[in-house]
């Protein structure tokens, strides 16, 4: 089946224009992941939806970064007045969150990512 | 939060079976633990997912002593296709815990021919 996508695939802007970054989850799946990779590092976690509540935000890293999902789907990854700090791969990933207990996979499955370049 | 501990880098050669250790001495009792394959330019790979003892599946193994502070990705006879980062995860997989989010910086493995 569709895996996670992400749009666009490269995205170059100017700094301090505002950019808008899209996640479409695998169907069904309720959390959806927010992370940054810069060049040669780790991933880097931004923000984690369950449903279309965030309950964990702790990962943004300043108030220009906001994320919003709506109908439990799409998320979009809103970076205002961008910076070239801001430039790296943003991935996005969804898992299905299933019920606790032993022996349930909550496996993340990754969108291929967005890598933005600020000038 | 379930931290852990990996070598930065190893190198190998093709054919050889390349063994990688993690360590997660603080590990709860509702945690998994959990590793993923990334390759250049794309997004991170479920590889398998253990809680204790032995997993096998058709890419990998992974070993997890009694205590499980620590747990071993086992890859048989690797090639060359298997250059990539691969993580370390420890955390509650009942959906949404910050332990499933914490990555690191992984370890780089190298194979050579």
């Known amino acids: 089946g569709a895996g996670v996508s992400q749009s666009p695939s490269n995205k170059v802007t100017e700094k301090g224009k505002d950019v808008e970054l899209r996640c479409d989850p695998i169907?069904?799946?309720?959390?959806l992941y927010w992370y940054r990779q810069s060049l040669g590092q780790g991933l880097e976690f931004l923000i984690y939806?369950?449903?279309?509540?965030?309950?964990?935000k702790s990962g943004l890293p300043s108030d220009r970064f906001s994320a919003e999902r709506t109908g439990g789907s799409v998320s979009t990854l809103t970076i205002q007045r961008t910076q070239q700090e801001d430039s790296a791969v943003y991935l996005c990933?969804?898992?299905?969150?299933?019920?606790?207990?032993?022996?349930?996979?909550?496996?993340?499955?990754f969108g291929p990512g967005t890598r933005l370049t600020v000038l | 939060l379930a931290k852990t501990t990996q070598p930065i880098s190893m190198d190998s050669y093709e054919g050889q079976e390349v063994n990688i250790t993690c360590s997660h001495n603080?590990?709860?009792?509702?945690?998994?633990i959990t590793w993923y394959q990334q390759f250049p330019s794309q997004g991170p790979r479920f590889i398998i997912q253990?809680?204790?003892t032995k997993v096998t599946n058709e890419v990998a193994s992974l070993f997890i002593p009694a205590d499980r502070k620590s747990s071993t990705l086992s890859l048989p006879r690797v090639s060359l296709s298997d250059t990539a980062v691969y993580y370390c995860?420890?955390?509650?997989?009942?959906?949404?815990?910050?332990?499933?989010?914490?990555f690191g910086k992984g370890t780089k493995l190298s194979v050579k021919p």
């Open positions: 990933a969804s898992s299905l969150v299933g019920t606790s207990g032993r022996g349930v996979s909550d496996t993340q499955y």
């Open positions: 169907s069904g799946h309720t959390a």
């Open positions: 939806f369950q449903g279309n509540s965030a309950p964990d």
């Open positions: 603080n590990i709860a009792t509702n945690d998994y």
């Open positions: 253990g809680y204790k």
């Open positions: 995860l420890v955390g509650d997989i009942r959906g949404g815990s910050q332990g499933n989010l914490i």
